[in-house]
């Protein structure tokens, strides 16, 4: 079957790094995605990984270790307004319906 | 520059009632994908359109529930005879077709029944 984890809530502060960890099981892999969703809106793409590896982007990173099943979003530099639920979803085509996660809120303090 | 619009954004109906929720995808997104949204959790598959052919409706939970979109642009999700398990976000996304390539999301039509 196809299963996703990633940690519910978490805290942190203004300024510091967070790392959002999602560990996936699933027959057929074609990418791992994350995606941020702020409270009552649409969630919107961040990253793509299907090799694995670190992919930066500004601020955000993600890294991917598909012998593990393992990816993690890290977030540098926090800001009040990174505070959303952040998602990770994997796709097992090319086209095709992505799986998601439960996702992790993330709430950053002063 | 226009994204993906759902409309209603809210809808309520009472135990029973049909109910029909709309997308405009983005122009030339061939890919839509319709997603389910409790509350609390990540968005949950219902069903896939590649232009106007439905290639996958593994997710829809019933056959109350019945999605068309039959000149590969707009489309809809019909529920007939809601129920209150229905009550969720219902969300929309629609992208290109290919490796890698990113669901740009709509706001949701929030669906509440009483």
């Known amino acids: 079957g196809q299963n996703i984890d990633q940690p519910t809530e978490m805290t942190a502060t203004e300024g510091a790094i967070v790392q959002i960890n999602c560990t996936y099981q699933t027959s057929g892999f074609n990418g791992l995605f994350w995606y941020q969703q702020h409270a009552g809106e649409a969630p919107t793409f961040l990253s793509y990984n299907v090799l694995d590896g670190l992919e930066e982007k500004g601020r955000f990173s993600s890294f991917l270790s598909r012998s593990k099943g393992y990816s993690y979003l890290l977030l540098k530099e926090l800001q009040m307004k990174d505070s959303a639920s952040y998602l990770c979803a994997f796709r097992t085509t090319n086209a095709g319906k992505s799986t998601f996660g439960d996702g992790t809120t993330l709430t950053v303090k002063p | 520059g226009a994204g993906v619009s759902q409309s209603p954004r809210y809808k309520v109906a009472k135990r029973g009632q049909d109910v029909a929720l709309r997308c405009d995808p983005i122009?030339?997104?061939?890919?839509l994908f319709w997603y389910q949204q409790a509350l609390g959790q990540g968005p949950e598959f219902l069903t896939y359109?590649?232009?106007?052919?439905?290639?996958?409706k593994s997710g829809l939970p019933s056959d109350r529930f019945f999605a068309e979109r039959p000149e590969g642009s707009v489309s809809t999700l019909k529920i007939q005879r809601t129920q209150q398990e229905d009550s969720a976000v219902y969300l929309c996304?629609?992208?290109?077709?290919?490796?890698?390539?990113?669901?740009?999301f709509g706001p949701g039509t929030r669906l509440t029944v009483t």
């Open positions: 122009s030339g997104h061939v890919s």
């Open positions: 359109f590649q232009n106007e052919a439905q290639l996958d």
């Open positions: 996304a629609s992208s290109l077709v290919g490796a890698g390539v990113e669901q740009y």
